[in-house]
């Protein structure tokens, strides 16, 4: 079954849009419409064959903590250094060159420049040239990328935010857009050589398969190395079943066979301590002005730099225990379900501030504050991610339906009424069902799920649509 799911799925999204699809978030992940407002996932990787019996590969980054010594540290950063000022000189490029000539300057312009500055001939900067070429062109794209966004959203009427220079503490991060010809295992996979910096010590876990892009990131002092692999898809039997799961603050996950999964509050339960951490940084910090014009005046006093870098791991710490949480979790609901139902929540919109303007101040800005802190907390999205990259790879199928009115509508007669639910208890106003909140609106995803699959095309069908709406 997990196979004919695999090879039912369209390869091509289809050209009709529907109302639903105008304001649903997925679809910059690879999510697809369904023509019932539901939405088919079919995840970031990049499908080779989808016919009968043939199946998928997958991408997905593999991360292993390398134990550079101090020289070789020092060359890490080095490399930081000079590909960061080389992004802070070709945006000032740009931005000189269009607002002095009315020139745009092109990414193949710069990369003429380039090429041009690491000859001997006109070496002006030695540290250029001893830098791996393919990080400097990485660079350049990374900032026509910036700029390409930057165009996009002022032509979509968004905040357009102006590509800006980057400070060390923004830069952490070098790119080897071929990640195989640069970075090299040796037999055991115990160290790995890195151009201009050496044999590197790192941590053994499971084989690294063959890879394209890589990239070293350092965060917190310690150095990674992430390559992005292929992997095929490993069905898992078929469970005949179908799932809905609806997320939540207090239940972080209720699916629809009753089960409640409870919401770990990882940064609940280390505000303590991390507000003291908070706390030290203030006090090691000197301040001058006042709201935003208040400026640090010793970020380089290395008591203040130990009180960031204590931060920093605390929250570090944080994020990790979420993840590990978010992985478990997503792995239990993906192993009991062929097809899980998900509402398409936009995040962005649930946690965005209540303060207003002067004008119009808002009201309960501290309840909202609070609230966009608890639904960080418990990581809505970061559960979606996975759950969607672990059904790609084992041959599920994640629906996204819409999340309007599923915690008010009565799962066995469909009746929609703000009373209802009363908190954590749903006692329908109409029929008189009763149960948990969270599970009935499981139970209701469930069923636009069913709804969202029964009335999706088969391949065949929606490109005969599309060729009799062309014609």
Known sequence: MATVVASRMRTTPPQAPTSFGAWCPAKRSGAWIGTNGGIVHAGCARRLALGRGKLALVKRIERIRLYPTACQAQALRFMLGVTRELYNAALQERRDAYRLRGVAVSMKMQYAELTALRKPIHRLDTRLAAVYRECEDAVLRRLDLAMQAFFRRCKHGEVSGFPRFKPAVRWKQITFPHGSRALKFDAVQRRVT???????????????????????????????????????????????????????????????????????????????????????????????????????????????????????????????????YAHKVARQIVNRADVIGLEALRLRNMTRSAKGTVEQPGCNVAAKAGLNRVVLDAGFGLLHQLIAEKAEEAARRVVLVDPRFSSQECSRCGHVARESRRRRRFRCVACGYANHADVNAALVIRRRAQLALTSEPYPAEDAGRRARCAA
Not at 236 to 261: E, K, N, Q, Y
Not at 293 to 299: S, T, V
């Open 194 to 324: 890195v151009p201009g910096v050496g044999s590197v010590k790192l941590r053994k876990g499971r084989a690294v398969p063959d890879f394209g892009r890589a990239w070293l990131v350092e965060r917190n002092d310690r150095w990674y190395a992430c390559f992005e692999c292929e992997r095929n898809v490993q069905p898992l039997p078929a469970m005949g079943v179908v799932f809905g799961v609806d997320r939540g603050v207090h239940i972080l996950a209720a699916t629809s066979d009753g089960d409640l999964i409870r919401n770990l509050a990882v940064g609940e339960k280390r505000r303590a301590a991390t507000t003291r951490l908070q706390r030290d940084l203030d006090a090691a910090s000197v301040y001058v002005g006042i709201e935003r014009n208040r400026r640090c005046m010793n970020k380089r006093d290395p008591k203040r730099i130990a009180a960031v870098k204590r931060l920093a791991r605390a929250k570090e710490r944080e994020a990790n225990a979420r993840r590990d």
